[in-house]
Nanobody, 116 residues
Framework: VQLVESGGGLVQPGGSLRLSCAAS????????TAWFRQVPGKQRALVAG???????NYVDSVMGRFTISRDNAKNIVYLQMNNLKFEDTAVYYC???????????WGQGTQVTVSS
């Protein structure tokens, strides 16, 4: 499985970005796709996930502001981020999980910077 993230960039507080995670390869057995983020000096942290049935989950800090969705025809998982805050600044990573690979597959990350 290969994952490629895109859509990061520089945005002002209150602005929006949509991240994309395009999957290719043996994607038929993916059971969960998730977005994580990481800032320098801290561990990578879960932001949102979506299972193979399309059911989403979010961490409290992004609830109501971020929306995770999937386009099965295009094999893309999106993260729509609205009302962005300074503390959302991070490198965002996409991860995909299969039953026989609990550590997941990871993309290369995309930088999101919220700054005025």
């Amino acid at each position: 499985v290969q994952l490629v993230e895109s859509g990061g960039g520089l945005v002002q507080p209150g602005g929006s970005l949509r991240l994309s995670c395009a999957a290719s390869g043996n994607i038929g057995s993916i059971i969960m796709t998730a977005w994580f983020r990481q800032v320098p000096g801290k561990q990578r942290a879960l932001v949102a996930g979506i299972d193979s049935g399309g059911r989403p989950n979010y961490v409290d800090s992004v609830m109501g502001r971020f929306t995770i969705s999937r386009d099965n025809a295009k094999n893309i998982v999106y993260l729509q981020m609205n009302n962005l805050k300074f503390e959302d600044t991070a490198v965002y990573y996409c991860a995909a999980y299969q039953d026989d690979r609990p550590e997941g597959y990871w993309g290369q990350g995309t930088q999101v910077t919220v700054s005025s």
